[in-house]
């Protein structure tokens, strides 16, 4: 795949952050070339582990490729992982060579298991394998010595003859960090991969001629997939931020970059139209009452998404968004909008998307249709309303999760479905609908289901609330809400003398917002408690809750 890229798209753009540095295809190829002499040199062969630890930078594309390219397996490793977590992969994987940004360096200082050898992804720096205690660090921030680099090498990718590399090897060892706190390694062949991105080329109709603009950790399944992957396949060009995406940082480069595609997960969405669009709804008096008139709402809507498009730079024609649930109340201001957005659903076991959709054929709610890869279906679907477990089957499963037999047997259906552990339903257009997790759902006192996702849907629509959390409380329902005090502070506390009238005004909005939302929810599903979350929630790569910290 990457053989054929290069040699289609040699001088156009391949990876780029922004004005700083870029590497053409020629240029991915050559650099490619040089780690895997690299590799060879050091004696690392086919089916050793590879990790890489940094941000999103063209650097760790082009090692992912050149780590796969030679036959390796490349280990992701989140950011956001402790250094404890961190020693445990690298042992767990037995990785050989760590590429690690000076960024994290940290990270891994004091760790016991060192890979034979260190390399800084920010210039490719060796680092001695003897190194003193805050060695890495004092190297990193003092820059003293000049150390060896990766050298020029005369291996040519076209033709690479160095290893044989077969659609099963592995390509990548992925730890996964769930909302249930277990991290488990996916193993991910390159059939698993490149059908996978086959799949979502044909559906996304991405060619040489888009442009994406990269903001989840690459670290991720989703973000090296559908944003690494995918548009180098298809010749396209990846940016990146020099900062962490924030709105200080995002906005800039998506009017210097126009994106014609991006991959978000709902949260970035949500925080811009709660920051940036609903605000304009509300501080005019006169929008205010026009709003609630349905014509006028909608040529209001539509001028919104219009100034919502031109914020990302004018030409945007696909924004994917997957990795949680999109509200709804954002989700049909999309719509009535007309904002090119499309949701998706997937997994890190299944390399990931399962399901998408073209913007033009999307249906409100649904995570779209299978793509061409996979086959999805219900098993044992309720009779009344469909609802069973979402399984899986097709190139872009998983090989199974590694050093544990055990847990990838039970994961499998006895005829070879991937069981994904989500509750859904397949409308008979083939559409996919989630309901939820099933170790999320609540057995109500009636025997009824209660999808805890279902009712923060609800509470996260109501006014200041920016997120919150639903659980079971001794056989009752409660919710933990983080509030935007931002807001409050502007249009509630501006006139307010002490703490103490802000604290029973933030307790009389909690009990106003869950009475909102027991008139909208059935009888078994009210919520009885509610407490505020002074903090925002801790969360996954992919922005989702870490359910397990809080329950």
Same mark, same amino acid.
């Given at each position: 795949?990457?053989?054929?890229? &290069?040699?289609?798209?040699?001088?156009?753009?391949?990876?780029?952050?922004?004005?700083?540095?870029?590497?053409?295809?020629?240029?991915?190829?050559?650099? &490619?070339?040089?780690?895997?002499?690299?590799?060879?040199?050091?004696?690392?062969?086919?089916?050793?582990?590879?990790?890489?630890?940094?941000?999103?930078?063209?650097?760790?594309?082009?090692?992912?490729?050149?780590?796969?390219?030679?036959?390796?397996?490349?280990?992701?490793?989140?950011?956001?992982?402790?250094?404890?977590?961190?020693?445990?992969?690298?042992?767990?994987?037995?990785?050989?060579?760590?590429?690690?940004?000076?960024?994290?360096?940290?990270?891994?200082?004091?760790?016991?298991?060192?890979?034979?050898?260190?390399?800084?992804?920010?210039?490719?720096?060796?680092?001695?394998?003897?190194?003193?205690?805050?060695?890495?660090?004092?190297?990193?921030?003092?820059?003293?010595?000049?150390?060896?680099?990766?050298?020029?090498?005369?291996?040519?990718?076209?033709?690479?003859?160095?290893?044989?590399?077969?659609?099963?090897?592995?390509?990548?060892?992925?730890?996964?960090?769930? *909302?249930?706190?277990?991290?488990?390694?996916?193993?991910?062949?390159?059939?698993?991969? &490149?059908?996978?991105?086959?799949?979502?080329?044909?559906?996304?109709?991405?060619?040489?001629?888009?442009?994406?603009?990269?903001?989840?950790?690459?670290?991720?399944?989703?973000?090296? *997939?559908?944003?690494?992957?995918?548009?180098?396949?298809?010749?396209?060009?990846?940016?990146?931020?020099?900062?962490?995406?924030?709105?200080?940082?995002?906005?800039?480069?998506?009017?210097?970059?126009?994106? *014609?595609?991006?991959?978000?997960?709902?949260?970035?969405?949500?925080?811009?139209?709660?920051?940036?669009?609903?605000?304009?709804?509300?501080?005019?008096?006169?929008?205010?009452?026009?709003?609630?008139?349905?014509?006028?709402?909608?040529?209001?809507?539509?001028?919104?998404?219009?100034?919502?498009?031109?914020?990302?730079?004018?030409?945007?024609?696909?924004?994917?968004?997957?990795?949680?649930?999109?509200?709804?109340?954002?989700?049909?201001?999309?719509?009535?909008?007309?904002?090119?957005?499309?949701?998706?659903?997937?997994?890190?076991?299944?390399?990931?998307?399962?399901?998408?959709?073209?913007?033009?054929?999307?249906?409100?709610?649904?995570?779209?249709?299978?793509?061409?890869?996979?086959?999805?279906?219900?098993?044992?679907?309720?009779?009344? *309303?469909?609802?069973?477990?979402?399984?899986?089957?097709?190139?872009?499963?998983?090989?199974?999760?590694?050093?544990?037999?055990?847990?990838?047997?039970?994961?499998?259906?006895?005829?070879?479905?991937?069981?994904?552990?989500?509750?859904?339903?397949?409308?008979?257009?083939?559409?996919?609908?989630?309901?939820?997790?099933?170790?999320?759902?609540?057995?109500?006192?009636?025997?009824?289901?209660?999808?805890?996702?279902?009712?923060?849907? &609800?509470?996260?629509?109501?006014?200041?609330?920016?997120?919150?959390?639903?659980?079971?409380?001794?056989?009752?329902?409660?919710?933990?809400?983080?509030?935007?005090?931002?807001?409050?502070?502007?249009?509630?506390?501006?006139?307010?003398?002490?703490?103490?009238?802000?604290?029973?005004?933030?307790?009389?909005?909690?009990?106003?917002?869950?009475?909102?939302?027991?008139?909208?929810?059935?009888?078994?599903?009210?919520?009885?408690?509610?407490?505020?979350?002074?903090?925002?929630?801790?969360?996954?790569?992919?922005?989702?809750?870490?359910?397990?910290?809080?329950?």
């Amino acid at each position: 795949m990457l053989e054929h890229s &290069v040699r289609n798209n040699t001088n156009r753009v391949a990876l780029s952050c922004i004005d700083k540095y870029t590497l053409t295809y020629n240029d991915l190829n050559k650099k &490619v070339n040089d780690i895997i002499g690299f590799l060879k040199e050091e004696g690392i062969k086919k089916g050793d582990r590879v990790a890489l630890l940094g941000e999103n930078h063209p650097n760790w594309g082009l090692s992912f490729f050149a780590i796969t390219s030679a036959g390796c397996v490349a280990v992701p490793i989140m950011h956001d992982f402790s250094p404890a977590e961190i020693e445990q992969i690298l042992e767990h994987s037995g990785t050989k060579i760590l590429f690690i940004s000076s960024k994290f360096s940290g990270k891994i200082e004091g760790i016991n298991y060192k890979p034979q050898k260190i390399v800084l992804l920010d210039d490719f720096s060796i680092l001695p394998e003897s190194c003193p205690e805050n060695f890495l660090k004092n190297f990193i921030e003092e820059r003293k010595k000049e150390f060896r680099k990766i050298r020029e090498t005369a291996i040519k990718l076209t033709g690479i003859g160095l290893t044989e590399i077969n659609e099963d090897d592995l390509a990548s060892l992925i730890y996964t960090s769930g *909302t249930t706190g277990h991290s488990k390694g996916v193993m991910l062949t390159h059939k698993n991969i &490149v059908s996978d991105v086959m799949a979502v080329v044909d559906m996304t109709e991405i060619t040489h001629k888009d442009i994406m603009l990269s903001i989840l950790p690459l670290s991720h399944a989703t973000e090296s *997939t559908l944003g690494l992957i995918t548009p180098i396949a298809a010749g396209a060009s990846v940016y990146y931020l020099e900062k962490m995406p924030s709105a200080t940082s995002l906005l800039p480069a998506l009017q210097k970059i126009r994106p *014609t595609i991006m991959v978000a997960v709902p949260l970035i969405i949500e925080k811009i139209y709660k920051s940036k669009i609903l605000p304009n709804f509300r501080k005019n008096l006169l929008i205010k009452a026009m709003y609630k008139t349905p014509f006028i709402k909608q040529k209001i809507n539509l001028a919104a998404g219009k100034k919502l498009k031109e914020a990302f730079g004018g030409r945007l024609r696909m924004l994917c968004i997957g990795g949680a649930a999109l509200a709804s109340d954002v989700e049909k201001f999309l719509r009535a909008a007309k904002f090119p957005y499309t949701v998706g659903y997937g997994l890190t076991e299944t390399a990931p998307l399962v399901t998408g959709n073209q913007p033009a054929d999307f249906i409100y709610n649904s995570v779209g249709k299978p793509i061409s890869c996979c086959r999805v279906k219900i098993d044992n679907p309720n009779y009344l *309303t469909g609802e069973g477990e979402i399984l899986v089957k097709g190139d872009c499963v998983m090989k199974g999760y590694y050093k544990a037999p055990e847990k990838t047997k039970e994961t499998f259906t006895e005829d070879g479905w991937f069981r994904t552990g989500d509750l859904g339903v397949l409308n008979k257009k083939g559409y996919l609908f989630i309901k939820g997790r099933i170790k999320n759902v609540i057995l109500g006192a009636n025997g009824k289901n209660i999808y805890p996702e279902s009712l923060e849907a &609800v509470i996260n629509e109501c006014r200041y609330v920016m997120e919150s959390l639903v659980y079971d409380k001794g056989g009752k329902l409660a919710a933990k809400i983080h509030l935007d005090y931002k807001t409050m502070q502007e249009e509630l506390f501006a006139n307010f003398t002490n703490e103490a009238e802000i604290k029973k005004a933030i307790k009389k909005r909690l009990n106003e917002i869950i009475d909102e939302v027991n008139k909208r929810v059935p009888g078994f599903a009210k919520i009885s408690h509610v407490y505020e979350q002074f903090e925002p929630f801790e969360k996954t790569p992919t922005l989702k809750i870490k359910r397990y910290v809080y329950v």
